[in-house]
């Protein structure tokens, strides 16, 4: 069972940046992968980043591939999406998400069995 706890969500102006935590909790941080998604009023859940197990490898979204960073922590506990040049439209609730699975990165929400409540990310433009 992981238990997952995200932070650092809050309103900022577009072409800001802002550092989102998830917190992991009741497993070893190196025995799962990671992923950060988030949902807009109105619309599905959109997939982001996506990091291995070991923090070695990582995956994004074209739509944020250039101004979001995925990563780990050394103890593999903690993961942040680092969030650059933000934008009016990455405006939504943040949630990480935590898959204990072997493979290669995925990005749909059924492939993460953990999720975290999420925290709200305003852009003002």
């Known amino acids: 069972q992981v238990q997952l706890l995200e932070s650092g969500g809050g309103l900022v102006q577009a072409g800001g940046s802002l550092r989102l935590s998830c917190a992991a909790s009741g497993v070893p941080g190196s025995a799962y992968r990671v992923a950060w998604f988030r949902q807009a009023p109105g619309k599905e859940r959109e997939f982001l980043a996506a990091?291995?197990?070991?923090?070695?490898?990582?995956a994004y979204a074209d739509s944020v591939k250039d101004r979001f960073t995925i990563s780990k922590d050394n103890t593999k506990t903690t993961t942040y999406l680092q969030m650059n040049s933000l934008k009016a439209e990455d405006t939504a609730a943040y949630y990480c998400?935590?898959?204990?699975?072997?493979?290669?990165?995925?990005?749909?929400?059924?492939?993460?069995?953990?999720w975290g409540q999420g925290t709200r990310v305003t852009v003002s433009s």
């Open positions: 990091i291995d197990r070991n923090g070695g490898v990582t």
């Open positions: 998400a935590a898959a204990l699975r072997i493979g290669p990165l995925r990005s749909r929400t059924s492939d993460y069995d953990y």
